[in-house]
């Protein structure tokens, strides 16, 4: 068969629908079809294989150990107890490794097989839940400040959050027909799409919506960020920030991880037109030759900011004001009970790497279905995942407070009470076994990592530093890497490039201080870097601050500094 450019797929696939029914119903392999593993990538799913088993499968003369990973699009990763408890049956039925908080808000499963897969997006849908446009070159799930503060302005933002994901999800029924049965209509025409054409977007697209002084979400790492301005309880608009985006790749200086440009100041009610007229003109000014330059950073560096507003204003009939001044405190979660203005109580937990499964740390996912089915009696509550991969119990009384605090105790789910500031703030892709992308392990690895380098600000004695470290198996930056105060970026198995000097805001991107380096040698450049941290810090300098301070290392400025307070 031949091989088809993604351009080509897309454009042939009637509407999404490609062969995928076919290759599902093929009972030879495991796999789908080459142009339908693109395909299903727009439904909500990956289709992986247990690279452990590669080598064993192989010289069995056996097809690899294929599977699916399947994503749900939850915007601003809020779910009811009630969906709680349909996603944890999703993962008994039909999942390994428990359930997965990713770093855009959503659940992710692994190892479906694919004679299961319809059901579990059945099951998945049973929750009222779907994974249309979870993946694939268009918007993906809508990334939202997720801890609950004291201001009924966030509820607002939420609301204007999800209105833009419904308004940006594709119009194809493909979904709805090879998922859920629908029946298709009599003449078979795939349903227009006014926001992304025949071949949608050139390549992924990712919004967030940041609400100060949290930056939780990293909306300078986002295509299109809003962050919100409020006055008490009202929202007054948003400013408006274009061409964020980690992934890059090793050896092609052509490719880079970039912080999001200021492009301007809306209004509440202008914020779906402007938004769809970022996305349309992404659309028709993006890179559709060399994929990896197609990303929005790179089309704005190509066309120039000031011309990319004028494409945006005039498509959204919007003049844009001048952004306003940022002001972030941190880009991390706030851990422990905070409580609202409201009088109800919001519980974040830390899950470390996301993974909700019961192991030796605590009968987390067991713990989490108790809490679910308590939330669940009591009739109030609701989950909501954060994008440092952790997990808010939000919304409690003062009694379902002391009956999810004791819940919490009695499954281990309270390591945020124990656990030092650097483990807290950790995070890491998934990475081996099943990403394709792979070149080192980054989520089974960040544990053991994260102890070897508490040991070293233990012998310094700094052992409460607040340092965001981060992992990421390749250069991708699922995990975003490129802000952590602390990164490993895989390079081979059991190598990486060891970057530095990002802050803890989210506002400033590392630098590559050692390159292709093994754990011993990063933590030998680690050590002494630290030492000097503990003897010449200033009060409440931040790590990644003191290295660019003392010129360890120098990141390349970007636009942040001209706008952030």
Not at 32 to 55: A, C, P, T, V
Not at 288 to 294: D, I
Not at 520 to 546: K, M
Request: hydrophobic share 40%; charged share 25%.
């Amino acid at each position: 068969m031949a091989t088809h450019s993604v351009e080509d797929i897309k454009r042939q696939s009637a509407g999404l629908r490609g062969t995928l029914e076919s290759s599902l119903a093929d009972p030879i392999t495991g796999a789908l079809r080459e142009d339908d593993q693109i395909l299903i990538k727009y439904h909500g799913s990956y289709q992986q294989d247990d690279r452990d088993l590669r080598e064993e499968r192989r010289v069995a003369k056996l097809e690899p150990a294929y599977s699916f990973m399947i994503r749900t699009r939850t915007p601003g990763g809020v779910l009811t107890p009630t969906q709680w408890l349909k996603l944890d049956g999703v993962a008994n039925d039909f999942a390994e490794r428990g359930l997965r908080i990713t770093t855009r808000q959503a659940v992710q499963f692994h190892g479906v097989i694919k004679r299961e897969l319809k059901a579990t997006m059945k099951a998945i849908n049973a929750a009222l839940i779907d994974t249309l446009a979870a993946c694939g070159d268009v918007n993906r799930n809508v990334a939202v400040a997720a801890n609950p503060q004291v201001s009924a302005a966030h509820a607002t933002v939420y609301a204007q959050a999800a209105a833009l994901s419904e308004h940006l999800l594709p119009n194809t029924r493909a979904y709805y027909e090879i998922w859920l049965d629908e029946e298709r209509v009599a003449g078979g025409d795939p349903a227009a799409e006014p926001i992304y054409g025949s071949t949608y977007l050139p390549r992924k697209f990712k919004i967030g919506f940041a609400i100060p002084p949290t930056n939780d979400v990293d909306v300078f790492a986002q295509d299109l960020g809003f962050v919100a301005h409020l006055d008490g309880d009202v929202l007054t608009g948003y400013t408006v920030l274009v061409g964020g985006g980690m992934g890059s790749t090793h050896g092609d200086a052509e490719t880079y991880p970039r912080l999001a440009d200021p492009l301007g100041f809306i209004t509440p009610e202008q914020l779906i037109p402007v938004a769809t007229a970022v996305v349309t003109a992404q659309r028709d000014l993006g890179n559709r030759t060399v994929r990896k330059h197609a990303r929005l950073k790179y089309t704005i560096d190509r066309v120039g900011l000031d011309a990319f507003r004028t494409e945006v204003e005039q498509r959204s009939g919007v003049t844009l004001a001048p952004p306003k001044p940022l002001s972030f405190e941190h880009n991390g979660d706030r851990f422990g009970w905070v409580e609202g203005e409201d009088g109800r109580a919001h519980l974040t937990l830390r899950i470390t790497a996301g993974r909700v499964q019961d192991g030796d740390a605590g009968l987390w996912q067991t713990g989490l279905r108790a809490v679910a089915q308590a939330l669940l009696e009591a009739g109030e509550g609701e989950f909501r995942l954060t994008p440092n991969q952790n997990l808010v119990i939000a919304g409690l009384s003062p009694a379902g407070r002391a009956s999810v605090d004791a819940l919490v105790t009695t499954y281990g789910l309270d390591q945020f009470r124990r656990a030092k500031p650097l483990a807290l703030n950790a995070l890491a892709c998934v990475a081996l076994p099943t990403c394709a992308l792979a070149m080192a392990e980054a989520e089974r690895y960040l544990p053991a990592f994260v102890d070897r380098v508490q040991a070293l600000l233990d012998r310094h004695g700094v052992n409460e530093a607040d340092i965001h470290l981060r992992i990421s198996g390749c250069p991708n930056g699922c995990s975003r890497p490129f802000l952590g105060e602390i990164a490993l970026v895989g390079k081979a198995p059991g190598r990486y490039n060891l970057m530095l000097g990002a802050d803890h805001r989210g506002a400033r991107l590392n630098a590559l201080y050692r390159e292709n380096v093994d754990e011993a040698q990063i933590l030998a450049a680690l050590e002494p870097l630290i030492a000097a941290y503990a003897a010449d810090r200033r009060a409440d300098e931040r790590f990644g601050d003191f290295l660019v301070r003392s010129g360890v290392v120098a990141p390349k400025p970007g636009p942040i500094p001209l706008v952030l307070a």
